[in-house]
């Protein structure tokens, strides 16, 4: 398969010769190709620190939970560590983008009566969401979580009340 033509090749008809295209003429000998290299070069230079940014946040991000409380500890330069008492926690919902549902991971929002994480606007008791994105296997991550809420709840004789 790796055969080049040469005059030899090319003057006997009976020999079988297997070729593909070239992805190096294509970029380098080409207007489509050249034009397609300065196009890339500034989106390279563009993508590649929001990349790294964004993988950095992913790698100093750090989830425990253990049979009382749920850690967050998140921050690149300035470390931010919230828990969450189980007991507190009131709601636990999974949201699914189509490509999420296809790789099988979603993003947890738990929503509780603990004073950390985003004030929730509209309500008429005081109520908090904490987002966990883009975790893999999430359906079967808030499952244990909601036994784990519900175990807590029943350890500390605590009922929700709306």
């Known amino acids: 398969m790796g055969e ?4 030899s090749s090319a003057s006997d008809p009976t020999r079988i010769l297997e070729f593909r295209p070239s992805t190096k003429a294509f970029l380098l000998k080409s207007g489509g190709g050249w034009l397609f290299l ?6 390279f230079m563009i993508t590649l620190p929001l990349l790294a940014i964004w993988w950095l946040r992913n790698k100093t991000t ?3 939970m253990d ?3 749920l850690f967050i500890r998140s921050g690149i330069i300035f ?3 919230d828990e969450i008492e189980l007991y507190r926690v009131k709601d636990i919902k999974v949201h699914f983008s189509f490509i999420q549902q296809m790789f ?3 993003t947890i ?6 004073f950390t994480g985003e004030r929730l606007s509209g309500t008429r008791r005081f ?4 987002e966990i994105k883009h975790v893999p296997a999430a359906r079967q991550l808030r499952e244990d979580l909601r036994n784990r809420v519900e175990r807590m709840r029943g350890r500390t004789r605590t009922r929700e009340i709306d």
């Open 62 to 64: 750090h989830y425990r």
């Open 79 to 81: 470390r931010q560590e």
């Open 67 to 69: 049979s009382e409380r």
């Open 109 to 114: 929002a738990i929503i509780s009566s603990d």
């Open 104 to 106: 099988n991971c979603g």
């Open 127 to 130: 109520a908090t969401s904490h």
């Open 4 to 7: 080049r033509m040469s005059s």
């Open 38 to 43: 300065i196009m890339s070069v500034p989106a």
